[in-house]
């Protein structure tokens, strides 16, 4: 992971302000952001214009902090930035950059927040153009994307109950109780773990298909071979064929010698 939010003792170490974030609701939220995460940071592994930041305090003016009026957001992303290791994301430091994107993990004691004052906070402050919350426990999903005036509207899921992020060009949707990516031809993106198993299964599929075209070739050498000593002992058969027929034109000209010796044509 990029980010990795270690609560300090304080909110600043020296210059740098470092998150102040309460430890997730449980393992299942826990293990939610951890494959939020770990599936888009492996999706573009290739690319290092980006930022996730992972239960990391956003702070975006020194009256928040003098207040400790921390938000910190459980998952966000930020498109085109240097991709580095940060210890919150501070808006000043950052060139006044907000999240492109933020997912937040209802729980019981944060879904009124989460639906209420932070959805109004990100539309309003952060112009944050996408926002997502995903309730592990209950599976309740809800997207929304800055429209005309600046107002948050709903993002309108297709057939499949998936919502579709202009900032990250995938699809987001659920999976039982997770909330997974999806390609926009309607593909998963796998976990790290599955798309091993994956490839593992795809090796071992091209290994077998391997064994079957070595073993169709040695079985084709096998028959070429047979059908090579078949022609062998044709060939042979024609030539004792042919060496009885002289030698039977050998013994009928010997016999009309002899005849014609005795005064018979044969």
Avoid: C
Avoid at 100 to 123: F, H, P
Avoid at 146 to 171: A, C, D, F, K, M
């Amino acid at each position: 992971m990029h980010s990795v939010a270690v609560p300090p003792s304080s909110v600043f170490r020296g210059n740098e302000p470092w998150s102040d974030e309460p430890e997730m609701e449980s393992s299942s939220h826990s293990q939610q952001l951890m494959w939020l995460v770990a599936i888009l940071e492996y999706l573009w592994a290739d690319r290092d214009d980006f930022f996730i930041g992972a239960n990391l305090t956003v702070y975006f003016s020194p009256e928040q902090v003098k207040h400790r009026d921390f938000r910190g957001p459980d998952f966000f992303v930020v498109r085109n930035t240097e991709q580095r290791e940060r210890r919150s994301w501070a808006i000043w430091e950052e060139g006044g950059r907000y999240p492109d994107l933020i997912v937040e993990l209802l729980s019981s004691s944060t879904a009124a927040v989460d639906r209420g004052l932070k959805k109004q906070l990100y539309q309003d402050r952060f112009r944050t153009p996408e926002y997502f919350w995903f309730s592990p426990d209950t599976a309740e999903f809800a997207g929304f994307r800055l429209g005309t005036g600046g107002v948050y509207t709903e993002i309108v899921p297709n057939t499949q109950g998936w919502r579709w992020s202009e900032v990250l060009e995938l699809y987001l949707g659920v999976v039982g109780k997770r909330l997974r990516y999806f390609t926009a031809a309607g593909e998963l993106v796998p976990t790290p773990a599955e798309a091993a198993a994956q490839a593992r299964q795809q090796a071992e599929r091209e290994q077998q298909r391997v064994e079957r075209a070595q073993q169709r070739a040695e079985q084709e050498r096998q028959r070429a071979e047979q059908e090579q000593q078949r022609a062998e002992q044709e060939r042979q058969r024609a030539n004792r064929e042919q060496q009885r027929a002289e030698q039977e034109r050998q013994r009928a000209e010997a016999l009309a010698a002899r005849l014609r010796a005795l005064g018979y044509e044969p």
